[in-house]
């Protein structure tokens, strides 16, 4: 890896993945369900309760999903976009909407949708269709936020235990991510780019000193990983409003061979 000095990027291009764009639309809570949990998973409702969690539960926004040292699991969500938590990882899904319009024409995402996630510590991996220009997927760190179009990425935050230091990574293999550094535009890195900060955080505040910042290739086996993710399913219809349950998803088998034992997505378990 090795540094790299970059002018903050153009702001209007920045607002593709960051979501500034004056369009909105009327949006109605997207389904996200829980599937091939492996090991030590436990989750938070929206309430802040402890809730039980098994293969091919619907969860929603507002949930909090944290994966012990020997867990794993994935969500999917309805807009057609999967992501992987690896192992002692805490994460909250601060919003997941979408709005019930009508497919267009050379999108493959039907309708609208804002994907917002809040990475407190751990890693993850995300696999995204094409997203519809109007939706937003964003993932909030301790660093900084990062804004992903169809994309192909990875993304890992630690903290020192005894200082409120913290190094974060984030990974692109392929597609684009556009970077936040605490309230600073950063670059847009591009397919086999990795962005590591280092940075001591106010933890009252939430003000971001960055201490390093080193722009390098994607390491040859996270790169593997990345490729190796199950392929997103294709996006549902646009949520109706309906209070009926949906079925539970399902998807092809597929093997992940980024872990000693293999992983296998499977349909959802009775």
């Known amino acids: 890896m090795h540094s790299k000095n970059y002018l903050p990027v153009c702001l209007a291009f920045l607002a593709v993945f960051l979501g ?10 997207g389904k996200v369900s829980i599937i091939n949990i492996r090991g030590d998973v ?8 402890k809730a039980t969690v098994k293969n091919g539960k619907q969860i929603a926004q507002g949930w909090t999903i944290m994966t012990g040292a020997d867990g794993s699991a994935f969500l999917m969500l309805s807009n057609g976009s999967l992501v992987k938590l690896g192992k002692d990882t805490k994460m909250k899904i601060d919003e997941f909407t979408q709005s019930p319009s009508p497919a267009v024409a050379g999108i493959m995402e039907k309708g609208v949708s804002r994907t917002l996630f809040n990475l407190s510590i751990g890693e993850i991996n995300g696999s995204v269709n094409k997203l519809n220009v109007n939706s937003l997927y964003q993932i909030k760190t301790p660093v900084g936020v990062a804004g992903i179009r169809g994309t192909l990425y990875h993304i890992v935050v630690r903290k020192d235990p005894s200082t409120n230091s913290y190094i974060a990574t984030f990974d692109v293999g392929t597609g684009n991510v556009g970077i936040n550094i605490g309230t600073q535009a950063g670059p847009i890195l591009g397919a086999s780019e990795s962005l590591t900060i280092m940075a001591d955080v106010n933890m009252e505040t939430g003000a971001v000193t960055v201490n390093n910042q080193q722009i390098g290739q994607i390491s040859p086996a996270d790169l593997q990983i990345l490729n190796n993710l199950p392929k997103p399913p294709p996006p549902e ?6 209070t009926a349950p949906p079925p539970p998803p399902t998807l092809p088998p597929k093997i992940i061979p980024d872990t000693k034992d293999p992983i296998i997505i499977s349909p959802s378990e009775s």
């Open 237 to 242: 219809e646009p949520p109706t409003g309906e």
């Open 42 to 49: 436990t989750a938070l409702d929206a309430n802040g309760d």
């Open 20 to 29: 500034s764009s004056a369009i909105s639309f009327a949006q109605i809570p």
